[in-house]
């Protein structure tokens, strides 16, 4: 059990003008229906994504950079693909229950079998991509913070989700969940924090985000060349 909770530890650690005075309760209905809306049309996305970590104990900030392409299956199941670029290169892929991390330096493939925790796994992964504001209704209680503005290439209008899991499970590896959902338009995340009981956190940015795009079937495989190493961990 230990073993799947690190390799889905790893996998999460992978992955801010005011607008309309609507009140919360107005707010969060209306960001629930505009998610229910968009999960139906939802099948891939890809993203240039910058990753902030926050490491309390030490007082430490980090920042990593790469992209991710996500694709649900006709099943509902969901796989990604991730690139981090800088500074340290590196491929994490989820399919399922298994999670592999390729480290093109060493030329080796770690692969970990999440088991039970698989299905946790893919409920984050989705986390405001492909996930209906029904469903997450269901599993976290939301509240609206209120309307932020991102800034990054562009200032972008923005309503701050807050979700705080229901299942004890799930509170055994993060805190809670915050989303940056723009005020018009699609109802995706332009950033998310996700933080953790012991005050570690990890900032997700996207930029160059793109929904539904023309992707061939391998484009979530991981490509390794040959005489690549692996090891199964946990075993």
Same mark, same amino acid.
């Given at each position: 059990m230990?073993?799947?909770?690190?390799?889905f530890?790893?996998?999460?650690c992978l992955?801010?003008?005011?607008?309309g005075q609507?009140?919360p309760?107005?707010?969060l #209905?209306?960001l629930?229906?505009?998610m229910?809306q =968009?999960?139906?049309q939802?099948k !891939?996305?890809?993203a240039?994504v910058t990753?902030k970590?926050h490491?309390? !104990?030490?007082?430490?900030? !980090? =920042?990593e950079?790469?992209?991710v392409?996500m694709m649900?299956?006709?099943?509902g199941e969901?796989?990604?693909?991730v690139?981090?670029?800088?500074p340290?290169?590196?491929?994490?892929?989820l399919? #399922?229950t298994?999670l592999?991390?390729y480290?093109?330096?060493?030329?080796?493939?770690q692969?970990?079998d999440?088991?039970d /925790?698989?299905?946790?796994?893919?409920?984050f992964v989705?986390i405001?991509?492909?996930t209906s504001?029904?469903?997450?209704? #269901?599993?976290?209680?939301?509240?609206?913070?209120g309307?932020e =503005?991102?800034k990054? /290439?562009q200032?972008i209008?923005a309503?701050r $989700?807050?979700l705080i899991p229901?299942?004890?499970?799930?509170?055994e $590896?993060?805190? #809670?969940?915050?989303?940056?959902?723009?005020?018009?338009?699609?109802p @995706?995340p332009i950033?998310?924090?996700i933080s953790? !009981?012991?005050g570690? @956190?990890r900032?997700v940015i996207y930029?160059?985000?793109?929904?539904?795009?023309?992707?061939?079937p391998?484009?979530v495989? $991981?490509k390794v060349p040959?005489?690549?190493?692996t090891e199964v961990?946990g075993?």
């Amino acid at each position: 059990m230990k073993t799947r909770l690190h390799a889905f530890g790893i996998f999460l650690c992978l992955f801010a003008l005011t607008a309309g005075q609507a009140g919360p309760g107005d707010s969060l #209905k209306d960001l629930k229906t505009r998610m229910d809306q =968009a999960s139906i049309q939802f099948k !891939s996305m890809t993203a240039h994504v910058t990753w902030k970590t926050h490491v309390d !104990s030490i007082d430490d900030n !980090s =920042a990593e950079t790469g992209n991710v392409i996500m694709m649900k299956a006709q099943s509902g199941e969901v796989r990604a693909l991730v690139e981090f670029i800088e500074p340290d290169r590196r491929f994490v892929h989820l399919e #399922k229950t298994s999670l592999q991390i390729y480290y093109p330096k060493i030329k080796t493939v770690q692969v970990w079998d999440l088991g039970d /925790q698989g299905e946790q796994v893919e409920q984050f992964v989705m986390i405001g991509f492909g996930t209906s504001g029904t469903s997450l209704a #269901k599993d976290y209680d939301m509240t609206v913070l209120g309307a932020e =503005a991102v800034k990054g /290439q562009q200032t972008i209008p923005a309503i701050r $989700l807050q979700l705080i899991p229901k299942s004890g499970k799930a509170r055994e $590896l993060i805190k #809670k969940l915050e989303l940056w959902i723009p005020t018009q338009g699609d109802p @995706y995340p332009i950033q998310e924090k996700i933080s953790q !009981s012991s005050g570690d @956190y990890r900032l997700v940015i996207y930029s160059d985000l793109k929904i539904n795009p023309p992707l061939k079937p391998d484009a979530v495989q $991981l490509k390794v060349p040959p005489g690549v190493k692996t090891e199964v961990q946990g075993k």
